[in-house]
T-cell receptor, first 113, second 114 residues
């Protein structure tokens, strides 16, 4: 699986948009970008995924650059409950013998009042 | 179905004791994964099952660790002769064979070895 690079941490004000960047310059053509988040003392939670088109769901938007070498997760109106570690992962959506998601350290988002 | 269930939520054990954790996946998910997470790190893959077959094991899974998934339903992770270094959060996740819709994780079992 391609490697991803994320900043260690960032913060934003409650009610403002949080834009979380991720670099994945070695992504291959069949790999999707997945985002998960982990709130303290809970298991990771799936947020969104995409291949090349921008995606939006009830939780967030995912913007993937045209060359697919980077992406941004956007939380449009951050709340205190969005404070968490956010993981960006790239991999193919079907796996054969290699099915695991590989997590890095993620980016810690702190939403301040 | 309310998601992936893990029991117990917390376990404190003395060094050298054996412990067993249970994971009940989402019923229609045929893939089940175990991860371990230590403080400040992302989850690390341990092993995964497709139905009842254990298809991959990480080198992190020493011979003191064993996982089973009888009948392709719930899974257990056993650690024998626990060591202080085994203290961690043990996470279970399940998914359909096509990963397209992501994993669903449980809340984990936090193990403390004293």
């Amino acid at each position: 699986d391609a490697k991803t690079t994320q900043p260690t941490s960032m913060d934003c004000a409650e009610g403002r948009a949080a834009n979380l960047p991720c670099n994945h310059s070695t992504i291959s053509g069949n790999e999707y970008v997945y985002w998960y988040r982990q709130i303290h003392s809970q298991g990771p939670q799936y947020i969104i995924h995409g291949l090349k088109n921008n995606e939006t769901n009830e939780m967030a938007s995912l913007i993937i650059t045209e060359d697919r070498k980077s992406s941004t997760l956007i939380l449009p109106h951050a709340t205190l409950r969005d404070t968490a570690v956010y993981y960006c992962i790239v991999r193919a959506p079907w796996a054969g013998a290699n099915s695991k998601l590989t997590f890095g350290k993620g980016i810690t988002l702190s939403v301040r009042p | 179905d309310t998601g992936v269930s893990q029991n117990p939520r917390h376990k404190i054990t003395k060094r050298g004791q054996n412990v067993t954790f249970r994971c009940d996946p989402i019923s229609e998910h045929n893939r089940l994964y175990w991860y371990r997470q230590t403080l400040g790190q992302g989850p690390e893959f341990l092993t995964y099952f497709q139905n009842e077959a254990q298809l991959e094991k990480s080198r992190l899974l020493s011979d003191r660790f064993s996982a089973e998934r009888p009948k392709g339903s719930f899974s257990t992770l056993e650690i024998q002769r626990t060591e202080q270094g085994d203290s961690a959060m043990y996470l279970c996740a399940s998914s359909l064979e096509r990963l397209r819709y992501g994993y669903t994780f449980g809340s984990g079992t936090r193990l403390t070895v004293v």
